[in-house]
């Protein structure tokens, strides 16, 4: 695996090595789970190349303190990388990504004001401007978004079909652990009697309540509720166990 540090160093190697055949491209923040190897898996199996790129982006975050205690672990996600086979791991930084200073940026009007934008306001603002940027320096045929993030997922694929990018939006099957849980980076922090609670999450998510009702038994299951919410055939959760926030989806 080729560990890239340098974008001029890429661009011109996108331009050479990688070139020819089909490229695959999973962007994450790292602190890789399950979730994020099932990402990469499916851009193996579906291209001859595949980049992942490793950036934690300080523009999604609206909470100062999320960003200081969000999991680093490079070189435990490098090794995994490595394991499964990864073409290019690509690991920006911020200086060499954001050379506008963040003047620059993506707003989508409608899709972005509801569901997680309340509690994170500019959150999405910092993850469509990221992504726009990894999607033109990557030029992948193909990237890679678990569907955990599906509002991330439609927002991205609205905004690739708006823009006329060449890459296809691919979602990807959540990842659970046993209980249920969705893997997330942020499961690592929740202490051990909020990790036992957090699979009831999923459980009431996915029950035949309606929205209102799982909101109640979720705060009297001590969860703090940000929304429960109904939208096309998907209903969208978010929630906080102790102060990790929790999000999942189900169809209904
Ligand atoms: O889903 C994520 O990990 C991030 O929002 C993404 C897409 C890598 C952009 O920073």
Known sequence: MKCIYDLDQWRELRQTDYNSGSLGFVPTMGALHKGHLSLVQSSIK???FTVVSIFLN???FNNPEDYRTYPRTFEADKALLENEGVDVLLNPNYDQLYSD??????LESELSKQLCSSSRPGHFDGVLTVV????????ARYAYFGEKDYQQYLL???????????TEIVPC?????PDG???SSRNRRLSPKDRLKAPLFYSLLKSEL???????ELKTAGFKVDYVEEIGHRRYGAVYAGDVRLIDNVIC
């Not at 726009?132 to 030029?139: S, Y």
């Not at 309606?210 to 109640?216: F, G, L, M, S, T």
């Open 46 to 48: 579906d291209n001859d």
């Open 58 to 60: 300080p523009t999604q």
């Open 181 to 183: 849980l969705a893997y």
């Open 156 to 166: 991205v694929k609205g905004m690739a079909q708006a823009f006329f990018l060449n």
């Open 210 to 216: 309606d929205p209102k009702r799982i909101a109640v």
């Open 173 to 177: 099957p959540t990842v659970r652990e």
């Open 101 to 106: 200073e963040y003047k620059y940026n993506i």
């Open 132 to 139: 726009m940027k990894l999607l033109n320096l990557v030029q």
